[in-house]
T-cell receptor, first 113, second 114 residues
Framework: AQSVTQLGSHVSVSEGALVLLRCNYS??????LFWYVQYPNQGLQLLLK??????LVKGINGFEAEFKKSETSFHLTKPSAHMSDAAEYFC???????????FGKGMKLTVNP | DAGVIQSPRHEVTEMGQEVTLRCKPI?????LFWYRQTMMRGLELLIYFNNNVPIDDSGMPEDRFSAKMPNASFSTLKIQPSEPRDSAVYFCASSFHVIWWEQYFGPGTRLTVT
């Protein structure tokens, strides 16, 4: 079964610094990969998705992610962090031929002034 | 457009009581998902429906949990009897079958069982 791994649970950056959130998928190449974001006291919302059409995917709020088959990775980046980016970020992959999404454990991003 | 609506937003109940959580999916969406989120276990899928039919309930923790979707615009998740370990945030999400995995989440119901 497909799975994703997000190592660590918390990352802290300074405002204006690069944001890098790591996600690795299990060995078989998934047709889709997703990043979702959860702001405090809210539900998750879709940040961006990979659909095999392009390896570099741009999402909302200046985030992007690059699919790298050689590294089985789909890391999320943003060149310059903003205070409003403080949230929890989840990588997700579809499970089998179903509508189910398998989520990573999440990474809480703190942005320091 | 209104997003996914969940009620109540907060629920505090005593152990042994029945709890009913409610969800209204986005109009036109035909899949509905119930998730539970805790610090210990993260985000877990409990059950999902397609066209009002339960497709996979393998995530439902035990018989105390039940979910129904009587029509396309309403679903309930019931816990009877509730226990302290059920304390969590419960999310409902919906999606449109052509774009399966773009799930739209509601704001969640924070359940506390004392």
């Amino acid at each position: 079964a497909q799975s994703v791994t997000q190592l660590g649970s918390h990352v802290s950056v300074s405002e204006g610094a690069l944001v890098l959130l790591r996600c690795n998928y299990s060995s078989s190449v998934p047709p889709y990969l997703f990043w979702y974001v959860q702001y405090p006291n809210q539900g998750l919302q879709l940040l961006l998705k990979y659909t095999s059409a392009a390896t570099l995917v741009k999402g909302i709020n200046g985030f992007e992610a690059e699919f790298k088959k050689s590294e089985t990775s789909f890391h999320l980046t943003k060149p310059s962090a903003h205070m409003s980016d403080a949230a929890e970020y989840f990588c997700a992959v579809p499970q089998g031929g179903s509508e189910k999404l398998v989520f990573g454990k999440g990474m809480k991003l703190t942005v320091n002034p | 457009d209104a997003g996914v609506i969940q009620s109540p937003r907060h629920e505090v109940t005593e152990m042994g009581q029945e709890v009913t959580l409610r969800c209204k999916p986005i109009s036109g969406h035909n899949s509905l998902f119930w998730y539970r989120q805790t610090m210990m276990r993260g985000l877990e899928l409990l059950i999902y429906f397609n066209n009002n039919v339960p497709i996979d309930d393998s995530g439902m923790p035990e018989d105390r949990f039940s979910a129904k979707m009587p029509n396309a615009s309403f679903s309930t998740l019931k816990i009877q009897p509730s226990e302290p370990r059920d304390s969590a945030v419960y999310f409902c999400a919906s999606s449109f079958h052509v774009i399966w995995w773009e799930q739209y989440f509601g704001p969640g119901t924070r359940l506390t069982v004392t």
